[in-house]
């Protein structure tokens, strides 16, 4: 047809805008999902400010840079000035950031706490697929001792109970296993992929790397002894005895003065390895039942010029999921019929929508479709209330 592009005249497999599609890893969240995540979002924020933790905000685009630890995951643009810029795609940095510039010196210890929205070009499976998604957390800047490690997992455990989630916390060290690597004689491309197998705690890829670079039967039997420290207290013990190396026994005893100080239960892993080049102490993750992921996670770290830092985030979606079996049905809502019944509505704690039309039949057809069962309107006595019925498809009069 003239006028008309061959391409346009073919149908088209691509999603459509117009056809309500939305990219890939992303959501709309509805009502019911959105007050009950802005309720848990002011719950934790309150618990982290009761603890001293003070709010700040960093912006959603930064400079791109080859140094951060998310650059082949974020989403980059170029602005009016061609600068690259990218989106947010981890708290820590910014933060970090946010820490040298404002904060210079301190005082330290420096309490504070941040939330909002993160961005990853691509598909992350722990994060249950999402490409944009929601973090809560804290960061205590400038000071490193067993009793700030203590007092991260002490709010923690604070958050979760806020949170109504029960979750078990697990403890690790990736320093501690790329001590024991160290001590085995290990170092460069072999340490690093070992760290990977161990931290996969893939038994197989454990001998095929042994074999590859020649590693004797002792150290293979360390390494394999790594993949299975996982459990209570005891697995401090085994831990131990594993490796007399100065760094391992400093970490073993830095992790029995922590779980001292912090009195509760807590479960050992002490063969995660994952991002050992980035923490430089004690992590912590904890896990709820019913999920293949950790709800919150966090750790010790060193920002740019060595000021010490540590820290935990919390996936707002991810405690969601947990909470989904336990969340509180919506609030009544009642109709107002008028805009002094509505202030006294709400003055009483309900919530309240306003009549927009005094044609009753749609206000009828409105409530039945919202799930409204009551009108209220004012009187000189007071509110009065009035219960709706409406029939069913068989005829039969109900009230919502």
Sequence with gaps: MPGVSSSAARPSNRPSARAGFIPEGTRDVLPPEWSQREALRARLSACFSA???????????????????QDA?????????????????????????????????????????????????????????????????????????????????????AALETAGVQAQLEVGYPGFVDAVLEDAGLNGEARAAVHDAIDRKSGADVDLLAAQHGLSGAVRGTLHALTDLYGGPE?????????????????VAHLRRVAALYGGPLLFDLGVSRRYGYYTGLTFRAY????????????????????????????????????????????EVVLALDLASARAARAQGLHAELAWT???????????????????????????????????????????
């Design 73 to 157: 995951l974020a989403f980059k643009l170029i602005d009016s000035g061609g600068q690259v810029l990218s989106l947010r795609s981890e708290f820590t940095t910014a933060v970090g950031r946010l820490v040298r510039s404002r904060f210079p010196q301190g005082p330290f210890p420096l309490r504070l706490q941040y939330g909002g929205r993160l961005w990853l070009r691509a598909l992350n499976s722990e994060l249950g697929r999402l490409r944009e998604f929601n973090q809560m957390g804290v960061e205590l800047i400038g000071v490193q001792t067993a009793q700030s490690d203590a007092e991260l997992l002490h709010l923690a455990a």
């Design 358 to 400: 005094d044609d009753w039949g749609e206000l009828r057809a409105f409530s039945a479709a919202r799930g409204i069962r009551r009108w209220v309107s004012d009187s000189p006595s007071g509110l009065t209330f009035t219960e709706l019925a409406f029939t069913d498809l068989n005829g039969a009069e109900v009230t919502l």
């Design 51 to 69: 603890w001293g933790y003070r709010g700040v905000e960093v912006p959603a685009l930064e400079f791109a840079s080859a140094d951060h630890p």
């Design 288 to 331: 709820s039942a019913g999920l293949n992921q950790p709800v919150l996670g966090g750790g010790r770290y060193d920002l740019p010029g060595g000021l010490p830092g540590a820290g935990f985030a919390v996936g707002l979606e991810r405690l969601m999921q947990a909470l989904a079996p336990v969340l509180p049905p919506e609030p």
């Design 235 to 251: 697995v401090l013990d085994a831990a131990q005895a594993l490796s007399p190396g100065v760094r391992a026994q400093e970490a």
